[in-house]
Nanobody
Framework: QVQLVESGGGLVQAGGSLRLSCAAS????????MGWFRQAPGKEREFVAA????????YYADSVKGRFTISRDNAKNTVYLQMNSLKPEDTAVYYC???????????WGQGTQVTVSS
């Protein structure tokens, strides 16, 4: 089992930046694909970004492509989401996820709130 703890959320003005972190427990972090999802009030959870176990492959939702960057440090058991040029519509609870592949993510963190003011 892997446990995930997100951090780095907060309140930021439109156009600003935040970096989310997700710390994972367990000795096999480097074998997991990782991802970020978000859920805005009244909306379903949606995919944001994902990264393969090696970091060699990354995937993004069209809505964040060119603004967000996912990365990982396997030595620190941590995955990051650098968010630039934030927009009010990026406001959501952001969740970290882990799994066997970027399309099979089955472990979830508790989420961290990101609020972007206009």
């Amino acid at each position: 089992q892997v446990q995930l703890v997100e951090s780095g959320g907060g309140l930021v003005q439109a156009g600003g930046s935040l970096r989310l972190s997700c710390a994972a427990s367990g000795r096999t972090f480097s074998s997991y694909a990782m991802g970020w999802f978000r859920q805005a009030p009244g909306k379903e959870r949606e995919f944001v970004a994902a990264i393969s176990w090696s970091g060699g492959s990354t995937y993004y939702a069209d809505s964040v492509k060119g603004r967000f960057t996912i990365s990982r440090d396997n030595a620190k058991n941590t995955v990051y989401l650098q968010m630039n040029s934030l927009k009010p519509e990026d406001t959501a609870v952001y969740y970290c996820a882990a799994g066997d592949s970027t399309v099979n993510l089955w472990a979830w963190g508790q989420g961290t709130q990101v609020t972007v003011s206009s």
